[in-house]
């Protein structure tokens, strides 16, 4: 870190003085490499054990100090500054600066990029960007606004805005597409896709701004690629001069399909597939999706596919690798470093944070790949450069790993940062071996972790976590219906699906939680304090009979202990429900 940093024990928060926090943060454990496993040579510290409002991504300054934008922001604080003057790897003060001109209930957002002497970095409808001071850790004027998302979100999902910046000035952004295939009703068994699906004219794609100018929307963009359904991990490589995307690909083919798909195959498929976006690239959201294990596009349910059929697929845009599915790839960034071995120069980091919905397999995921590029092409088999966020094996549900990784960011000295976005844990990670011998022995270990059941490809009988269980009534339809977005645990995913442990939601008033399950609902919810954000779809397809099981499964398991919920109960609020509708 450059000497002349000087440390301010102020900030600006749209003009108004915030304090700021420079202790509170747990004690690190003291385990070899932060408890992460690595590449033979690497070494890894703990830069902060935890940031309360926890993390997303991350940017380093030319003069080293690391940004991590909080995942839990609000008006008073959206972003954190670690400060580590003797470069040990750990943060001697952690400050937090800077929010939003409106508070907004939103727990995913993201983006943090150093671009052209500005910290740029986002919520979930908003660019915003802080001109750097050089020689100061808080940037000392006013917060600017980029680019507003000005559409109507009621009902909308992936609306994250990752940014990218290429070398000419460009800003790419996406808008993600509001809906997981186009169905409507959104998320509903059977139901058709629209076609042609009127969300590709605004969303399911990546727009083109320019990076320097302000109080723009997505009219003064260019629309520079489609068929994208979300958005999180995307960059810029500037080796072939090309963006480049991880995507987040479709979910609940089991749920939505049962007809057509089983569990095994909804566990793996769609393909989290990584693209590059040349402009008019179109990828095929939402008619179609990759399939990884046959290693081509196919006709997705919604439009009469059924797992086989190429059909219009034929002219889509294929990826360069497809990944298994549900990985949730969250950052990815190119290496243009010195201080690691030569075989990662150019090549991608990619942070899957993991999966949530692999029920009733093994959540997968919650590591740090690598892919080797050479000449703007992967160059080899993707790796496992970083393991052991999550700390169990196998992962059941998404709440029993202790940590899923989630931003990537490198320092002027090639060092790379990682944040966890359970606790807010941020690690430095530096090659200490000889370069020059540097090579697939000094893998091996990693590539044996590949058989560990949150990377390997499941056994269809074997690793089937129900396949001893006898599973009828109410926690069938639970483990059919509910398990992929609840856990099978009924704990939920921090930030996108609100459990259904210790909350009134669940043990409280019947006819609210009957309304909920009969009409879906959207927007954000807080419960003990968290705030979530997933989309919750209608289940009034389900019979009266089904629905008063279910919840009374859940009302009764899990730690609950609620009474039972009558088919009748439930005829009456759908009955309620239904003449509302007509009256509208």
């Known amino acids: 870190m450059g000497k002349g940093i000087r440390l301010q024990f102020k900030v600006i928060l749209f003009g108004v003085a915030f304090g700021i926090i420079a202790s509170g943060c747990e004690k690190d454990t003291g385990e070899p490499n932060g408890g992460l496993f690595l590449p033979e040579g690497f070494k890894a510290t703990v830069m902060v054990d935890s940031i309360a409002e926890r993390v997303r991504h991350l940017a380093v300054a030319p003069e080293g100090q690391v940004y991590a934008k909080l995942r839990n922001s609000n008006e008073n604080s959206a972003i954190a500054v670690l400060h580590d003057p003797n470069n040990d790897g750990k943060a001697e003060e952690v400050h937090k600066f800077g929010g939003y001109r409106k508070k907004q209930k939103w727990s995913y957002a993201t983006a943090m990029h150093v671009y052209n ?17 050089p020689g100061s850790l808080i940037p000392e004027g006013e917060v600017e606004v980029v680019l507003t998302d000005d559409h109507e979100h009621g009902k909308h999902e992936h609306i994250g805005k990752p940014l990218a910046f290429d070398d000419e000035g460009n800003m790419y952004v996406p808008f993600g597409a509001p809906s997981n295939a186009c169905q409507s009703p959104k998320r509903t068994p059977g139901a058709p896709g629209q076609d042609p699906c009127p969300d590709l004219e605004k969303h399911g794609g990546i727009w083109k701004f320019d990076a320097n100018k302000l109080n723009q929307t997505q009219e003064d963009g260019q629309k520079f690629a489609t068929g994208i359904r979300s958005v999180v991990a995307m960059d810029w490589n500037p080796d072939d001069r090309n963006l480049y995307v991880v ?24 393909s989290e597939e990584f693209i590059r976006v040349e402009e008019g690239s179109d990828f095929g959201w939402p008619y179609c999706y990759y399939d990884q294990l046959q290693e081509k596009k196919v006709l997705a349910p919604e439009y009469g596919g059924d ?52 029920a009733p397999y093994p959540q997968s995921g919650y590591f740090v790949g690598f892919v080797p590029f050479k000449n703007g092409e992967p ?38 940062f990682l944040s ?62 509910c398990s992929a977005c609840h856990q099978r645990d009924g704990g939920g995913a921090t930030g996108r699906f609100p459990p259904l442990v210790d909350t009134e ?80």
Not at 247 to 264: A, C, E, I, M, S
Not at 438 to 463: N, Q, V, W, Y
């Open 117 to 133: 002497g500005y910290l740029y970095f986002s919520s979930e409808l908003v660019v915003y960007r802080y001109k750097l001071t």
């Open 379 to 416: 160059s080899g088999e993707w790796e496992v450069f970083v393991d052991g966020f999550a700390k169990v094996d196998p992962i059941v549900s998404v709440r029993d790993a202790k940590f899923r990784p989630m931003g990537i960011a490198f320092g002027p000295d090639g060092s790379m």
């Open 505 to 584: 939601w669940v043990t409280g008033d019947k006819e609210r939680l009957i309304g909920v399950t009969l009409d879906g609902m959207d927007g954000s919810i807080e419960i003990n304090g968290t705030v979530y954000n997933g989309v919750m779809p209608q289940h009034s397809f389900l019979s009266d009979e089904d629905i008063a099981e279910v919840l009374t499964y859940i009302r009764s398991n899990f730690g609950n202990d609620a009474s039972a919920i009558s088919e009748e109960e439930v005829q009456a609020v759908r009955s309620k429900l239904e003449a509302q509708d007509e009256n509208q």
């Open 247 to 270: 995507v987040h690909g479709r979910d609940d083919l089991l749920r939505l399909f049962p007809n057509k798909f089983n569990g095994w195959q909804s566990a793996l498929l769609p």
């Open 420 to 481: 966890d976005s359970v606790k807010g844990k941020i690690w430095k990670i530096v090659f200490e071996g000889d370069k020059a011998t540097f090579g697939e022995s000094d893998l091996a270990a990693m590539e044996a972790r590949k058989e560990l059941s949150h990377i390997r490809t499941p056994d269809e009988i074997e690793d089937d976590l129900t396949k001893d269980e006898i599973i009828s009534g109410g926690a069938q339809t639970y483990y059919t219906y």
């Open 307 to 358: 797992g086989k059929i190429v059909g219009r697929c034929e002219e889509c845009d294929d990826p360069i690798i497809g990944f298994p599915g549900h990985w949730a790839p969250n950052d990815l960034v190119f290496y243009q470093g010195d201080q690691f071995p030569e075989r990662y120069k150019n090549g991608a980091f990619i942070a899957f944070h993991g999966s949530t919905n692999r």
